[in-house]
């Protein structure tokens, strides 16, 4: 859900009359919306249980979900550590390339969790994956676009660590994810239906149920 502030609040700036910085404006729009598709997955995975606030809060807040937090802030900062609507390009690239990757994964465990509910998934299945493939970002004619601008030596070695970071950070996320959804397969709090243990492993979807303050200081640390 991060990613809808992200989009509107740090990526945007409709002020700018750089054409690169145009072309983020309108690829943040094509994002915008994403996260509908997010909350209609996690009725259809029956994640939408009533919470009360405080239990949502220790929940958000809570260790098991560090990681992702983090990847908020990060990114956050990233993106403001370089205004440079080049530099800026090339970060959300990488959050676009491990995005295709994680939609491999996503899709074939859609695909699962629909032959063994009857129900189907839009962020995490074809629907979602066809709209990032779409994006303005990925058309010949912004590969044209930025094939004209060049990288000094010092700007290339700036980019690569910011690409690395991003990468980093959705490791670190995953890898949290993956902890999460490994204690509850084991513990039994998700849905039956949801049980299926490559859907589990791989669906952000699962961090939106609490985990004991118990385990949360001990096996998720």
């Known amino acids: ?30 994002e915008d919306e994403h996260w509908r598709m997010y909350v209609q997955d996690l009725r259809t995975l029956s994640l939408d249980a009533p919470m009360d606030l405080a239990s949502v809060l220790r929940m958000l807040w809570g260790q098991q979900c560090q990681r992702t937090r983090m990847l908020a802030y990060e990114l956050t900062a ?30 074939k465990a859609a695909a699962e969790f629909e032959v063994q509910a009857g129900k189907r998934l839009h962020y995490f299945g074809k629907t979602h994956d066809t709209m990032e493939a779409n994006h303005t970002i990925t058309s010949a004619a912004v590969e044209a676009m930025m094939s004209e ?41 998700c849905p039956a239906s949801s049980r299926s243990p490559r859907a589990l492993a791989i669906s952000p979807a699962l961090a939106m149920s609490p985990v004991p303050e118990r385990v949360a200081s001990s096996s998720l640390t």
């Open 78 to 107: 990233l993106l403001t550590r370089h205004p440079d609507p080049r530099m800026r390009f090339l970060i959300v690239e990488a959050v676009e390339g491990t995005a295709d990757v994680a939609f491999d994964a996503f899709c």
């Open 149 to 189: 601008h060049t990288l000094s030596e010092d700007d290339l070695t700036t980019a690569t660590a910011a690409v690395d970071q991003v990468y980093t950070l959705f490791q670190g996320m995953f890898d949290e994810l993956l902890a999460y959804a490994l204690w509850a397969t084991s513990v039994g709090t």
């Open 1 to 30: 859900m991060a990613f809808m502030d992200l989009n509107k609040y740090v990526l945007r700036d409709d002020v700018s009359s750089d054409p690169v910085q145009q072309m983020i404006n309108l690829h943040s729009r094509e």
